[in-house]
Nanobody
């Protein structure tokens, strides 16, 4: 079994920053893609940013230039640095990982961490 544990959410004012962390632990052979999703009330869960084991990244258009995703492969940890936060960034943020275990790839999700941005 694999667990993803998130931290770093909180309440900030517009224009401020937060850094989210997500550490994976358990029976992990490797992790291909790690990323962050978010879900606001009344909206569908959406992809925010992703990063491959090789360091290739992608971002939702609305966060480009403000958010930076990174990972520490040795620690099986992914980070999301969020700068210039806006009220529309308010959501529960979920860590996601495609984890190779027992020669099969599985999707794992973190418990979610609340990010609230006040105007």
């Amino acid at each position: 079994q694999v667990q993803l544990v998130e931290s770093g959410g909180g309440l900030v004012q517009a224009g401020e920053s937060l850094r989210l962390s997500c550490a994976a632990s358990g029976s992990i052979f490797s992790i291909n893609v790690m990323g962050w999703y978010r879900q606001a009330p009344g909206k569908q869960r959406e992809s925010v940013a992703g990063i491959t084991s090789g360091g290739n990244t992608n971002y939702k258009d609305s966060v480009k230039g403000r958010f930076t995703i990174s990972r520490d492969n040795a620690k099986n940890t992914v980070y999301l640095q969020m700068n210039s936060l806006k009220p529309e960034d308010t959501a529960v943020y979920y860590c996601h990982a495609e984890v190779l275990t027992d020669e099969h790839e599985y999707d794992y999700w973190g418990q979610g961490t609340q990010v609230t941005v006040s105007s």
